[in-house]
């Protein structure tokens, strides 16, 4: 592995790794959320997104319930909003201010 493609894998291990930690969530949860978003990216803003790539996310609207989302595909993003399918067929429109979102990445990358 060459040294870029490490400082990029470390890197974006850190900026997940900060993301979940700002939210001050116990250290089991913490560790469970982190270990499931291995394969996974920070998404900060529409255009990181893929269409058809998959994505995880934490809601913020409620403090009391943050969990991670299981797996959906995105449909189609516009502005600050993701439309996406869950596995069961279910469309949803999240929006990027009020949830953090995990983009998985292409498999090529996942060495």
């Known amino acids: 592995m060459s040294y870029n493609i490490f400082v990029y894998y470390?890197?974006?291990y850190?900026?997940?790794l900060e993301?979940?930690?700002e939210?001050?969530?116990p250290q089991d949860v913490t560790a469970s959320i982190f270990s499931k978003l291995k394969y996974y990216k920070t998404v900060n803003s529409d255009r990181d997104l893929c269409i058809g790539g998959y994505i995880r996310f934490i809601?913020?609207?409620?403090?009391?319930?943050?969990?991670?989302?299981?797996?959906?595909?995105v449909l189609d993003?516009?502005?600050?909003?993701i439309i996406c399918r869950s596995f069961s067929k279910?469309?949803?429109t999240i929006n990027l201010s009020t949830h953090i979102?995990?983009?998985?990445?292409?498999?090529k990358t996942q060495k």
């Open 90 to 92: 279910k469309i949803f």
């Open 59 to 73: 809601s913020l609207t409620d403090p009391n319930d943050i969990y991670l989302s299981n797996v959906m595909v």
């Open 101 to 107: 979102v995990f983009q998985k990445l292409p498999t």
């Open 10 to 12: 470390m890197s974006r």
């Open 14 to 16: 850190v900026e997940i």
């Open 23 to 25: 939210l001050e969530l």
């Open 77 to 81: 993003h516009k502005h600050l909003s």
């Open 19 to 21: 993301t979940i930690q």
